[in-house]
């Protein structure tokens, strides 16, 4: 181990010494099929020409934000598990901490670009090839990965040189409670911080609510073929924004509480937090969209 790095203890976890190989496979398990879900959605989309539609891309976009999601925190755990010690350097806390958060605040623009690009498709059919080009498609995209981690960085580059005063953390990877083993607390970046959640959190949560909002009355007006397609498109988005919403939701509940909840309660809802929702994505869009259904249940046929 090297004495000029600093290591931190992971100490969230519950009888890993008993339970490590039940541990390990569990997980490994729910990475891999993480992995293959996600990534036979996308290479639908990817394969099928007609798939090649702004709503599709930006589903095939999420699914790869969910399988990155996944990747920053599942290998770490793998190692974890099959060690005797659960530690992680203060440099390499802080690099999955930013990127855990920064695809965490992706996955809100996406689902923002899904709303709007299914604000336009419903409310304004006839302005939708004008308005939802390859361009916009791209830009949605490029702030939807760039936007977050660019807002992330500055907090994260200024607690390198943050002196600690302890070294344990009370999860089974780094987020937010990072700060909280700091000696003096920063105010700035407490204040920082609630204003990224803002901007990639809240603000896209009360576009898309709005647009939904839009696309509800717009529907609840017109025939019944538009009322099903607008149901179709927009139950599955839903849904993955109800769930996703809930689970930061209880990470900034966790991260504020942390020291009032049992380490065994803590522990299976962090399990939680990290398996429900990489695992949701797929299930729901390939089962929910009528298009990827088709070519899911075809690529099933061919296979047998």
């Not at 100490?11 to 879900?37: E, N, P, W």
């Not at 809100?108 to 004008?130: E, N």
């Not at 990290?274 to 075809?298: D, S, W």
Request: aromatic residues 16%; hydrophobic residues 50%; glycine residues 2%.
């Amino acid at each position: 181990m090297d004495l000029n790095v600093t290591y931190l203890t992971l100490g969230g976890y519950v009888d890993v010494h008993k339970y490590r190989y039940l541990y390990f496979i569990t997980i490994f398990t729910a990475y891999i099929f993480i992995i293959c879900s996600n990534c036979t959605i996308v290479y639908l989309i990817w394969s099928h020409q007609n798939l090649h539609e702004p709503m599709y891309i930006f589903i095939a976009a999420l699914l790869i934000n969910s399988v990155l999601f996944s990747t920053v925190i599942y290998p770490k755990l793998f190692i974890d598990f099959l060690s005797e010690k659960q530690i992680i350097s203060y440099s390499a806390c802080l690099l999955q901490s930013f990127m855990f958060y920064s695809f965490g605040g992706s996955e809100f623009l996406l689902l923002l670009g899904m709303a709007y690009d299914r604000y336009v498709s419903i409310c304004k059919p006839l302005q939708y090839p004008t308005i939802m080009k390859k361009t916009t498609v791209c830009i949605f995209l490029a702030v939807a990965w760039l936007l977050p981690a660019a807002e992330i960085v500055p907090s994260a580059i200024s607690s390198l040189n943050k002196k600690l005063c302890n070294f344990t953390l009370k999860g089974i990877f780094c987020n937010n409670s990072i700060y909280k083993l700091h000696c003096v607390p920063s105010r700035t970046i407490s204040i920082y911080g609630v204003f990224i959640l803002i901007s990639v959190a809240f603000l896209p949560l009360l576009f898309i609510l709005f647009t939904y909002a839009k696309i509800l009355t717009v529907t609840y007006r017109s025939s019944r073929e538009v009322k099903k397609k607008a149901a179709e498109t927009c139950l599955p988005h839903l849904l993955v924004l109800i769930n996703f919403s809930l689970l930061c939701a209880y990470d900034v509940v966790i991260v504020r509480l942390e020291s009032n909840i049992p380490t065994v309660a803590h522990f299976l809802m962090t399990l939680q937090l990290i398996l429900y929702h990489p695992l949701f994505n797929p299930i729901i869009y390939g089962l929910k969209m009528k298009e990827i259904y088709k070519n899911l249940k075809r690529l099933f046929l061919k296979m047998k």
